[in-house]
């Protein structure tokens, strides 16, 4: 079998929105001890006002409707920020085009929602805790420093992107001013059922392996490729971490 045209061709497939309904049966994931989804859903519910930060394509935070009168949602990656406002502006939802991180300030005013959604995307604690109205939630699902670090090993580099430690945001988000009222940390396993689902895979998320290529990292690859002829499974460890925090009345 050519494995490496069947790479390249991985390789070359588009990837847009935050959706990865592609990797159904290609790869397999523990279940995370808490439900994101749920949580979220049932705060919406209960909002006068919402932001999603990062919203990607709006895939996931399209199911939490139906939503308050005020409901907004940020993307600054133009292709996933056409595909949320295609998304979400016909359910009543604002859709802005904004980076978040960890410094800068938002387009928002002070006390203007009562719930901030974040999942995986960057946030800065002091702003969210500004944005939010007295007793305003803060829920956020994040990714874990040691996520897919054994996968990462495997090409010989490290991750660009340190993320931070559940303890420090912890502290972070207390030092702001808010009350951290559950905060949860999690490790399990993924499970790649070849090698060009990681290859898609890494395409998909480059900050994992900065500027991976099929022809850059061959010899990688082909590593992998010799791992699973041998019968063993390509299981790496996956990390989260789970916050909700409340803005002091």
Same mark, same amino acid.
């Given at each position: 079998m050519n494995y490496i045209s069947e790479w390249k061709k991985q390789e070359k497939r588009?990837? %847009?929105?935050?959706?990865? $309904? =592609?990797?159904?049966?290609k790869m397999t994931e523990d279940k995370l001890p808490w439900n994101y989804n749920?949580?979220? /859903?049932? @705060? &919406?519910?209960? %909002?006068?006002s919402v932001l999603d930060m990062?919203?990607?394509?709006?895939?996931?935070?399209?199911?939490?409707?139906?939503?308050? /009168?005020h409901t907004v949602a940020t993307?600054? =990656?133009?292709?996933?920020?056409? @595909?949320? /406002?295609?998304?979400? %502006?016909?359910?009543? &939802?604002?859709?802005?085009?904004?980076?978040?991180?960890?410094?800068?300030k938002m387009p928002f $005013?002070?006390?203007?929602?009562?719930?901030?959604?974040?999942?995986?995307?960057?946030?800065? $604690?002091?702003?969210?805790?500004?944005?939010? %109205?007295?007793?305003?939630v803060f829920l956020t699902q994040q990714v874990g420093r040691d996520n897919l670090k054994d996968l990462v090993k495997k090409f010989d580099t490290t991750s660009k992107y340190r993320n931070a430690t559940l303890n420090s945001i912890k502290k972070e988000l207390e030092k702001a001013g808010f009350? &951290?009222?559950d905060a949860r940390e999690w490790k399990g396993k993924v499970e790649f059922k070849d090698v060009k689902t990681i290859v898609y895979f890494l395409?998909?998320?480059?900050?994992?392996?900065?500027?991976?290529s099929v022809d850059k990292n061959l010899h990688h690859l082909e590593k992998l490729q010799s791992i699973m002829d041998s019968g063993k499974w390509l299981i790496f460890t996956?990390?989260?971490?789970?916050?909700f925090a409340q803005k002091k009345r």
């Open positions: 588009r990837f %847009s929105g935050w959706t990865f $309904s =592609y990797f159904k049966n749920t949580m979220a /859903k049932k @705060l &919406v519910k209960k %909002s006068n990062g919203t990607g394509g709006g895939e996931l935070f399209s199911t939490f409707r139906p939503f308050p /009168k993307e600054g =990656y133009r292709p996933n920020l056409i @595909l949320a /406002k295609k998304r979400l %502006s016909k359910m009543g &939802v604002n859709v802005t085009d904004f980076s978040n991180s960890r410094t800068r $005013s002070d006390g203007e929602f009562d719930l901030v959604l974040n999942r995986h995307d960057a946030f800065n $604690s002091n702003e969210v805790f500004r944005i939010l %109205s007295d007793g305003g009350t &951290v009222k395409k998909a998320i480059p900050w994992i392996v900065p500027g991976f996956q990390h989260r971490y789970l916050i």
